[in-house]
């Protein structure tokens, strides 16, 4: 089904099913290439998104099955970023969306396969996790074009890979196929190309299936342990509201019972 918000970008689009929503990134005739626009449209589309109860797991793609995301829209280089002026006010909106993404209240993760550079690569390094297809392509090519990532972006990608991988990357520039980046650390898993969707979703649906309350107080202190955890987000009283919740009283009855649980986020 197509989900009830609407972004503001015909690039972007979101489908919900069994409590998975896939954010697809549509713009395949520049390898889905991400633009101001679509930037901007991140923020409240992962508020939405994390706010839905409906909602269990955020899968975020790239259309077209052939690339995740090639990064931001270079074709806006000589306009919107022409200078630091320019620059700082793109970064922001760029670094906006990261920050949409990594705290989101669900899980996110990354399905890359083809191309996955520059701010795409920062994208996917915003989700939790991140399973890549064989074939797909890593890379931060910032050094070679001459511009400055800022500082929270760059937080981003040192909690996810570490400050030795984030400086190699950044300083050579170079890419990488998808086995040296799940030696780096880039992506949790690689599986062959044909075996990439059915994987997230088995993933996905693992994750879904299991105590909402309990995940999203994991996420805000796994955050808070590696310096990214929203301000306003108390992982402590998450974890209290776990205790409290109908979803306890059900997971130790399901055990006891020997069966399934059933969880409702309540």
Not at 178 to 206: I, K, N
Not at 231 to 239: I, K, N, Q, R, T
Request: hydrophobic share 50%; glycine share 10%; aromatic share 6%.
């Amino acid at each position: 089904m197509t989900y009830s918000f609407s972004p503001a970008t015909s690039k972007l689009g979101v489908s919900l099913s069994g409590g998975i929503a896939t954010l697809a990134i549509d713009n395949p005739s520049k390898h889905n290439a991400l633009d101001l626009e679509m930037w901007q449209a991140f923020p409240g589309l992962m508020a939405a998104l994390g706010r839905d109860p409906e909602v269990r797991v955020v899968v975020v793609r790239g259309a077209g099955g052939e690339s995740f995301a090639s990064g931001a829209d270079i074709g806006e280089f000589s306009t919107l970023r022409a200078d630091a002026e320019g620059g700082r006010r793109y970064e922001a909106v760029n670094e906006a969306a990261f920050w949409a993404v990594a705290h989101c209240a669900k899980p996110v993760i990354a399905m890359i396969r083809g191309f996955c550079l520059g701010g795409g690569f920062g994208l996917a390094l915003s989700c939790d996790l991140r399973v890549a297809s064989e074939s797909a392509v890593f890379g931060i090519p910032a050094a070679r074009l001459g511009i400055g990532y800022p500082p929270g972006a760059m937080r981003l990608v040192t909690a996810a890979v570490g400050a030795p991988a984030a400086k190699d990357l950044f300083f050579t520039a170079r890419r990488i196929d998808a086995r040296e980046a799940a030696r780096l650390g880039v992506v949790q898993r690689v599986v062959p190309d044909g075996q990439l969707e059915d994987t997230v979703l088995a993933l996905a649906e693992a994750i879904a299936g299991n105590a909402p309350l309990t995940i999203r107080a994991a996420k805000a202190a796994i955050d808070r342990a590696v310096g990214v955890a929203h301000p306003d987000v108390d992982p402590v009283a998450l974890a209290d509201r776990c205790f409290d919740s109908l979803d306890a009283a059900e997971g130790r009855n399901a055990f006891l019972e020997k069966r399934q649980p059933v969880f409702t986020g309540r």
